[in-house]
Each structure stands twice: as structure tokens, then as C-alpha cells.
């Protein structure tokens, strides 16, 4: 008996080692090994932190790199199904194309980004379309938290680079 325990004892051990390893902007898929009632399972799980952004917008908070706005801009040009420049002009059919996909998200630059809830909308004149409900942040420094109509974070139409990912 006792040398059923050590092996399970070492089993247990060994198995926890390999525990989710992730790097911030590259996707990875790593084993994760559940022991139940002396049973392993094993179960894929893929970590990728703009997919993370999409599920919960705080989880920018956790993101350690030096500008967690530009590691989200790198990752998702790999990953977004259509990225559109905006600008007043492009704006309106680009929301309405929007509603065609799962999520949405605006950068501003490096230092601001949104996901849209294209359920609420408030008309614009500075954008002249009504402007979808967003939450995000701005980078002033740190990231400050955001959640207001997109028009209000994202600034007047101007000549920085704003761009809709679309996924």
C-alpha cells in the first residue's frame, strides 16, 4: 500500500510541473492534467491575449508588457477577420459591417482601445452616425479604465490612425 501512495505521491508531482506556461503576445497550447479519483484526464487549453481581450475587457490589466494597446494592435493583425481604417467618412459602414461579426474593436494610435456593444448607440454630430457603446482604455501613463459611448473615448475624428478590428 504504502508504495502505491509514492507512486501516486510522484505522479502527482511530476504532473503539476508542466503547468500553464503563456507568453504574452504569441499563442500557445499547453496539456493541463486533472487527477480524479486516481484518474488523469488531460484537456487542451490555448491562452492568446487578444482573444483574452474579447472575452474580458480587464484583462488588459494583467497584460505586463510595456504597451498592452500595441501588443494587442501586433496580435491582432494575425488574428482579426477584417481591420478597417477609420475615419469620419468610413465610419458608419464600417459599424454596420461590424454587426456581422462577433466582437469589435477600435484602437486609437498606441494609447487608446474599445470593444463595441453595437446593441446601444447614441447619435454623433462630430461622427455623424450614432456611435456604439464601448469599454476600454486609454494609456495615460498607465491604463486608465473607460467605459462610456465610443465617440467620447476615441476623441473627434482628427488625423490619428483609428482602426476596427473585426473578429
Given at each position: ?8 505521491l ?11 506556461k503563456?507568453?504574452?503576445?504569441s499563442v500557445e497550447?499547453d496539456?493541463?492534467?486533472e ?9 487542451t487549453?490555448t491562452n492568446?491575449?487578444?482573444i483574452?481581450?474579447l472575452?474580458?475587457v480587464?484583462?488588459?490589466e ?6 498592452p494597446i500595441e501588443?494587442?494592435q501586433?496580435?491582432?493583425k494575425?488574428?482579426a ?7 469620419k467618412e468610413?465610419i458608419k ?14 484602437t ?7 470593444k ?5 448607440c447614441?447619435?454623433s454630430g462630430?461622427w ?7 469599454e476600454?482604455?486609454?494609456k ?28
Open positions: 500500500m504504502k508504495s502505491f501512495t509514492i507512486l501516486l510522484l505522479l502527482i508531482t511530476f504532473s503539476c510541473k508542466d503547468e500553464n503563456t507568453t504574452e503576445t497550447t496539456t493541463k492534467t487527477i480524479t479519483n486516481t484518474k488523469v484526464k488531460s484537456k487549453v492568446n491575449s487578444s483574452a481581450f472575452s474580458d480587464k484583462s488588459l494583467n497584460d505586463n508588457s510595456a504597451n501588443t494587442f501586433k496580435t491582432a494575425n488574428s477577420k477584417a481591420i478597417i481604417n477609420l475615419n468610413t459602414t464600417a459599424l454596420e459591417k461590424a454587426k456581422s461579426y462577433t466582437s469589435a474593436v477600435i486609437v494610435e498606441n494609447h487608446t482601445i474599445v463595441l456593444n453595437l446593441e446601444d447614441k447619435p462630430a455623424a452616425t450614432c456611435m456604439p457603446k464601448a476600454g482604455y486609454i495615460k501613463g498607465e491604463l486608465v479604465y473607460q467605459n462610456d459611448y465610443a465617440n467620447n473615448i476615441i476623441g473627434l475624428p482628427d488625423s490619428q490612425e483609428r482602426l476596427l478590428y473585426l473578429f
